[in-house]
């Protein structure tokens, strides 16, 4: 600065808050403190990312088709996923019949594609189809016996696709059910009011697995005799109701947000509790629950593990029986790779609903302030 | 007229439903001979427990394998809550970080820990990390008293002799000490507004008398640590892995939630508190402790307990890798063993709606006594 400071009309802004060193000062050494925390951090990086980097990517044996391809043991081995990759995502699905699975991977792609799509007319509808129709169809469809198709029974339903059934599944059942739920905790009737406390509160003390439990020992023996159910029928009922009540609880977050006024305007204009309801209270409701219920969705998504513990081969227990192959049984870097790749794709999808949920919020939000 | 109509069909409904499924139920139970009842309770179990809290063998009732399950379930929610908790703040308070690097590093754990499913997290400490480890010989030490092996994890356990309830009474003499000082000084603020900081008399009180008590007590405490003597290790006590994989998966596991609710109470705090409270001449320390602290609490109490709720619900999960709380050992094998499902399924779910119930009310209390008192208009 040289020139003389009579000369400046307008002030500049002082050196060091512009610029990477004045970031670099505030952001990573503004104090004692801080420069010490920033060189643990850094330190941290440098013991965890190199070798993270070298077992994952450098060092990691990615050709082949057995485990004599995987000679070391300190480094991860994608020949296993590769080997076993049809058998994680189809489970035991018979070879011939997997285009169908391969048509709903198809058609469920598509879906989600126009649903993340920012502008989209109709996309209300297309939501709808897809919450309904797509799925209603697609079992179907998978299940065979109809129409000329090969009947596969769900016993032979695996790996990632069994774990997109449950979680599409579970998902499409428990919003209504929740939503009535909730409708009925608010209800007026003193006794619909009870049951549905009861009910939601029930679902909600108990962990999942006893429900899974329940379903899987106890519910043959509440039908009459000779009355079967599929095992995979049986674990979806239990993963509605037991979620129907999580979301029930969302709802009625949303339903309690709504002011008092908007009941009494729709009343003073001579709704109906259901018009009342679907015209007025719910359009508002939506919008406030909808990251409660992504939400709740992830958590479904991470929960459809659990029906290894009754026996059903979803996309860890795949991988789970796969690393416990005796083909593979050479070394614990095999398991540690399998399991590596669940924990990647359950965060690829988890991680991708709560980022889409987060910019629902936002742009719900910004339609807000230009009401 | 239509209250009575509408509510009449659903409990129709409903009884309709009940009778249905409690008429099935009676009838497929004679069929297959099932005595109902709970006489079952005092029958010998036949079976050993891994991990017992209380004396237990293989000659001990039904009742008391419950017993020895339930401890398990408590034992494992109540360290893991704890552990949670301490990762969970710390994580949430990093995230707040004025330092970048550390909120990014804090950011990183939690996006990648919570979507991730609790089972996998479980899976790869049990199967992945710890089976795999090697024999007494070549263990893992920490700081050469705790060892890690394919057998176990071994501790160094208290031995205590005669005269060591002397560290008790000091330890409980002390807190009621520092309890009082706290109230002494509370009661002073308020009354002439002096502000008396007492920490560093709790500090001295709370690690002083304790020691002072050992010492004249000549020292009454000593430490069993475990040796190698052989191809294994004596003495110390033995903490099976199932426990050590449960406890590390749910603490890390909850402690994203954790830090994600820590985070949100304290951004939940107007900014404008912060500036009146500085403006007020309090220093950094007080503007936390008095001012933002106080009102973060109100925001994550709620939800932290239902975290807590949900990480003793998930403690059932240990059933996969057999680690012997109730789900495994009562809902599983006792079920198994005596065919008694609806007992034994009503036991289990009375269980967890009771450890609910104690949760919520307990954090319902806690809640209460922290929340803002405001007039009452």
């Not at chain 1, 979680?167 to 006794?191: E, K, N, Q």
């Not at chain 2, 994580?91 to 919570?114: D, F, M, P, Q």
Request: proline share 5%; charged share 10%.
């Amino acid at each position: 600065m040289s020139a003389p400071a009579a000369a400046a009309t307008i002030a500049r802004p002082p050196e060091a808050a512009r610029g990477v060193l004045a970031w670099l000062q505030q952001n990573l050494f503004a104090s004692p403190l801080n420069t010490l925390l920033t060189l643990a951090s850094l330190y941290l990086l440098y013991i965890m990312a190199p070798p993270l980097l070298d077992w994952g990517i450098f060092g990691a044996s990615w050709l082949g088709s057995s485990s004599s391809d995987c000679p070391n043991r300190e480094t991860a081995c994608w020949v296993f996923v590769r080997a076993r990759f049809s058998n994680i995502v189809y489970g035991s699905y018979p070879i011939a019949e997997r285009w169908r699975a391969d048509i709903v991977f198809a058609v469920a792609a598509a879906i989600f594609g126009l649903l993340v799509l920012p502008r989209l007319p109709g996309k209300l509808w297309i939501g709808l189809a897809a919450l309904v129709v797509v799925p209603a169809v697609s079992s179907i469809f998978l299940a065979g016996g109809v129409f000329g198709l090969r009947s596969v029974e769900t016993t032979l339903w695996g790996g990632l696709m069994l774990t997109l059934v449950v979680a599409v599944w579970t998902i499409v059942t428990s919003i209504p059910i929740g939503l009535l739920l909730a409708l009925g905790r608010r209800s007026s009737y003193p006794l619909v009011r009870a049951l549905c406390v009861a009910f939601i509160e029930l679902w909600r003390g108990v962990p999942l697995i006893s429900v899974l439990f329940m379903a899987a020992i106890m519910f043959p023996l509440f039908l009459p005799r000779g009355v079967e159910f599929d095992k995979l029928l049986r674990a979806l009922v239990a993963f509605s109701l037991f979620n129907a009540a999580y979301m029930a609880e969302v709802f009625r977050g949303g339903l309690q947000a709504i002011p008092k006024g908007q009941y009494e305007a729709a009343q003073a204009l001579g709704l109906g509790y259901w018009r009342m309801t679907g015209l007025v209270v719910l359009p508002q409701a939506i919008r406030i629950v909808i990251p409660g219920i992504v939400n709740t969705c992830i958590g479904i998504f991470k929960e459809t593990t659990l029906v290894l513990v009754i026996g059903l081969f979803d996309f860890l227990a795949t991988v789970q029986t796969g690393v416990s192959d005796p083909a593979w049984l050479i070394g614990d870097h095999i398991r540690v790779t399998g399991y590596f790749f669940v924990g990647l794709g359950f965060w690829v999808f988890c991680f991708g609903m709560s980022r889409y949920s987060q910019r629902l919020d936002r742009q719900l939000a910004a339609g807000k302030a230009y009401e | 007229m239509r209250a009575v109509f509408v509510q009449a069909s659903v409990a129709a409904a409903v009884a309709a439903i009940a009778y249905f499924f409690v008429h099935n139920s009676l009838e497929n139970l004679e069929r297959l001979n099932v005595k109902t009842g709970f006489q079952f309770l005092a029958r010998p179990a036949g079976f050993g427990i891994t991990q017992h809290l209380i004396p237990y063998d293989e000659d001990s009732s039904y009742g008391r394998a419950f017993l020895v399950a339930l401890l398990n379930t408590l034992l494992v929610s109540a360290i893991s809550v704890v552990l949670a908790t301490i990762i969970g703040f710390t994580v949430g308070l990093a995230r707040l970080s004025r330092n970048w690097l550390v909120a990014k590093l804090a950011t990183a754990y939690v996006e990648t820990i919570r979507n991730v499913p609790l089972l996998l997290h479980l899976f790869f400490w049990y199967f992945a990390v710890l089976r795999p480890l090697p024999g007494p010989r070549q263990s893992v030490v920490f700081g050469g008293v705790a060892f890690l092996n394919n057998r176990g994890l071994y501790l160094p356990a208290p031995i205590l002799e005669p005269g060591f309830a002397a560290i008790p009474i000091a330890l409980l003499v002390a807190g009621l000490a520092t309890g009082a000082l706290v109230w002494w000084s509370r009661r002073t603020r308020l009354r002439t507004g002096r502000h008396h900081s007492v920490i560093w008399y709790a500090i001295v009180l709370l690690i002083g008398l304790p020691f002072v008590a050992d010492v004249l007590a000549g020292f009454p405490i000593g430490w069993d640590i475990p040796r190698l003597a052989g191809f294994n290790f004596q003495g110390g006590v033995v903490v099976i892995h199932e426990f050590v994989a449960l406890t590390v998966g749910l603490s890390i596991y909850s402690a994203a939630y954790v830090a994600e609710i820590v985070r949100a109470g304290v951004l939940a705090v107007p900014k404008g508190q912060v500036e009146a409270a500085r403006s007020l001449g309090l220093r950094p320390g007080q503007v936390n402790r008095l001012v933002v602290v106080p009102q973060a609490l109100r925001v994550i109490v709620p939800p932290l307990t239902s975290q807590y709720l949900n990480l003793t619900k998930n403690s059932s999960l240990a059933a996969a890798i057999a680690y012997p709380e109730i789900m495994l050992v009562f809902a599983g094998t006792v079920l198994n063993q005596t065919g008694q499902p609806f007992e034994v399924m009503t036991i289990t779910m009375a269980v967890y709606l009771g450890l609910s119930l104690i949760i919520s009310l307990v954090m319902n209390w806690y809640n209460r006594r922290i929340t803002l008192k405001e007039r009452t208009s």
